[in-house]
């Protein structure tokens, strides 16, 4: 089996350093990936000419991705160096876990171990 995710984006926000009960340390941050992709017709070719016609709207999504660094040397790099809007490749496996917030509701959560 192979849990494998390669990211390439902006990052959303500063790093951020956590340590629950006792455990190591965790590096947070969020990831944002853009996909674009244009509606309608495009290209057409008609021997040597190219002919566009009815390009579209080019359309865009946004998804946001919880980047965790747990490994230490890597955690600590990632905290001091990584900064808001720099583009950044990641690599590391998907995680879904469950948490109780502060309000004791049951919350799903999707991580990337980076």
Known sequence: AMNRVQLLGRVGQDPVMRQVDGKNPVTIFSLAT???????????????????????????????????????????????????????YVEGKIDYGEYTDKNNVRRQATTIIA
């Open 34 to 88: 853009n996909e674009m992709w244009r509606t309608g017709e495009s290209e057409v070719s008609q021997g040597a000419l190219l002919f566009l016609c009815n390009l579209g709207d080019i359309s865009q999504k946004t998804t946001w991705h919880r980047i965790s660094v747990f490994r230490p040397g890597l955690r600590d790099v990632t905290y001091q160096y990584v900064k808001k809007g720099a583009r950044l």
